[in-house]
């Protein structure tokens, strides 16, 4: 290093390099370039220039690697259009020596826009260089693709000459091109001004904003949306955000003036053809597109880019705070939520929110907000939260609510209700369909605990089974009292009369012993019904007729009693077992006569025996299995 040269405000790198050539006064461009880089084979490039740690470690500009990125080449006027992964390898490739990765990897060879080959100058920069630096050099803002006006002083730019058209550099620059004041001829630059036009000059403001700003979004996609936004705002989308390809190609074509499209050389976007770059802008981001169809397309959208970046800050579930959606709070439908989380749809790549509200409710909906309907809707529930949770507890052991009832009153499907219940372990009481249907299983339940406790008294009962006796005792008050043991009255005898309660409990046990005794008697299976009971407890009047007092008998009777189907299939059970206690299989026709069944025999029990004779056959050669196995282990 001979000299240090100190960057200047927007100074393109190999602008950098060429005053460092001219201060260093070194005899070749090669040793001046093996000082800056440490090898002499590198050609600073014009737009992104790679090599960038040597140039920052060599000490000769005195600014970091990083600087030199973000201050002086174009990478940020790419970076904000690039994917992630995309930008961070050109990134990778500017810094390290990968030179031919840098202009393969930006993805703009095959992008309709042509870009500057030459050095270009304005001429009243290099007055005002003059002024403040003592000398003009090459700014990064007049080299941006379609620029051809200076964004500072709206004149147009030149790479050559004005008066005898001689090129203030050569094509693709093969040598360090000095800064420039006049043409080799001797023309001074100074008092050259030509005539721009308004649509060129916002062109070239609007791209020099995006090199000097920070985007104001998060992706391609959060771009994207935003996009879609504006153009539901002018009619050129539906709410689910398809746009209206036609409507919005021919107000684009119509808002810039025909002749530019050559000017600043960009394809003209045409409709349903190979350079229809202005619908893949709309679409679903999947490839890069060159920064100056983005920038066309929010000067459209917006008026200019600074507009567009300020304007239209996406928002795709509109401001907060957001209504609070659980049903269980006292301040449901009340907008409360401020913590929100917006994600990407990793199909769709459409927005979603995830909203938290301090109750612990969180929900989550697919976005973006197109009404205002929308803010009181969700796609899913994350999270309940203990005040949700505790409303369900507190209705679901009431007992009072039914399925349907309890989501409508959290506001969620039943099927959700049932999952929570089972979650919180409170199925035993879960709500029924109906009242009706919570009678029943009540009485059912209850009789099930006097039938355990024969010999209970009231109080006792009320203890064992106090959640049942609660709700009866409030729904179903005369069942409760016709089936509960006489209160214990003291003192007066009461009155005698037939005690049914005391009678049905002792009924019912007798019953139950019947009923299994049928069941596990030796050989050919007996069918269990209401007569054989009573035939054998001699009390078959009783049974058949009084029925309506004795609800813990019936209780059990139900519970023993058999259909036709079931006492068929019990005796399919037995046949089955007898048969193959004597050979290795059996034919079903073999198992009917063997039941003793009646022919032909229905489908169900057909099906049944098919099914039965298959399981015999898997368990028989899984037991062989077991067996061969152990052989060979012996
Ligand atoms: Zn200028
Ligand atoms: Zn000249
Ligand atoms: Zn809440």
């Known amino acids: 290093m001979l000299v240090q040269i100190h960057p200047y405000p927007d100074e393109l790198v190999i602008s950098m390099v060429a005053r460092y050539h001219m201060y260093s006064g070194r005899a070749g461009v090669k040793e ?85 080959t030459r050095l270009v100058t304005c001429p009243a920069c290099i007055h005002d260089d003059i002024h403040t630096h003592g000398e003009p050099y090459w700014h990064r803002a007049h080299h941006l693709p379609g620029v051809i006006s200076c964004p500072k002083h709206k004149v147009k730019l030149y790479d050559r000459c004005p008066t005898c058209g001689i090129p203030f550099t050569g094509l693709f620059i093969q040598e360090l ?237 039943p099927k959700v209700i049932t999952a929570r219940l089972e979650k919180q372990n409170l199925s035993n009481v879960a709500p029924n369909t109906g009242e009706q249907e919570e009678r029943e299983r009540r009485r059912r339940r209850f009789m099930e605990t006097l039938r355990t406790n024969p010999r209970c008294s009231r109080s006792r009962l009320k203890q064992l089974n106090y959640r049942d006796y609660q709700w009866l005792y409030r729904h179903d008050r005369d069942w409760l009292d016709c089936i509960l043991p006489r209160p214990i009255v003291s003192g007066v005898r009461s009155e005698r009369r037939v005690d049914w309660a005391q009678r049905d409990r002792e009924m019912s046990v007798f019953v139950e012993q019947i009923a299994q005794c049928i069941l596990n008697q030796p050989g050919k299976p007996v069918r269990v019904t209401v007569g054989r009971i009573g035939r054998i407890c001699g009390k078959k009047a009783l049974l058949e007729k009084c029925l309506d007092k004795l609800p813990l008998t019936e209780h059990v009777l139900n519970k023993y009693v058999e259909s036709r189907s079931e006492f068929c299939k019990r005796r399919v059970d037995w046949a089955m077992a007898e048969l193959l206690c004597e050979r290795t299989d059996a034919a079903p026709w073999q198992i009917i006569r063997k039941a003793g069944l009646r022919t032909p025999v229905s489908q169900e029990l057909n099906d049944y025996i098919e099914q039965r004779l298959i399981e015999a056959v898997e368990q028989r050669d899984d037991s062989r299995g077991v067996d061969d196995a152990s052989r060979r282990i012996s």
């Open 177 to 413: 091109p000095f800064p420039v004041v006049a043409c080799p001829n001797g023309h001074s630059l100074l008092n050259t001004e030509g005539e721009t036009r308004p649509a060129t000059n916002r062109i070239a403001m609007d791209s020099e904003f995006i090199l000097n700003n920070t985007p104001t979004w998060k992706s391609l996609e959060e771009l994207r949306d935003r996009y879609v936004n504006v153009l539901y705002a002018m009619g050129m989308a539906t709410p689910s955000g398809s746009i209206r390809q036609r409507d919005l190609f021919e107000r684009f074509i119509t808002y810039f003036p025909a002749e530019l499209w050559g000017v600043i050389g960009v394809a003209q976007p045409v409709r349903d053809q190979e350079c229809d770059w202005l619908r893949e802008l709309v679409r679903k981001p999947r490839k890069a597109l060159h920064p100056l169809f983005h920038i066309l397309l929010m000067e459209f959208l917006s008026g200019d880019v600074p507009r567009f970046f300020e304007q239209n800050r996406f928002e795709p579930f509109g401001h907060g705070p957001w209504p609070c959606l659980n049903k269980a709070a006292t301040h449901y439908m009340q907008d409360i939520v401020r913590d929100l989380t917006v994600t990407r749809c990793t199909d769709t790549g459409r927005p979603v929110g995830t909203f938290r509200c301090e109750c612990g409710f969180v929900y989550s909906r697919r976005g973006p907000d197109r009404t205002e309907k929308d803010r009181f809707r969700y796609g899913r529930i994350k999270e309940f939260g203990p005040v949700w949770e505790e409303k369900l507890h507190t209705l679901a052991s009431d007992g009072r609510w039914s399925l349907r009832g309890l989501a409508r009153e959290l506001g969620v499907d």
């Open 32 to 116: 001046s370039l093996r000082d800056v880089y440490g090898l002499d084979s590198v050609r600073p490039s014009l737009h992104l220039p790679s090599h960038l740690q040597r140039l920052s470690e060599s000490g000769c500009f005195g600014v970091s690697a990083r600087t030199l990125v973000y201050e002086h080449t174009l990478f940020p006027y790419y970076a904000p259009f690039l994917k992630p992964e995309m930008a961070a390898h050109v990134m990778n490739d500017m810094l390290s020596d990968n030179s031919l990765g840098v202009h393969l990897e930006s993805g703009l060879v095959p992008s309709r826009v042509s870009m500057p």
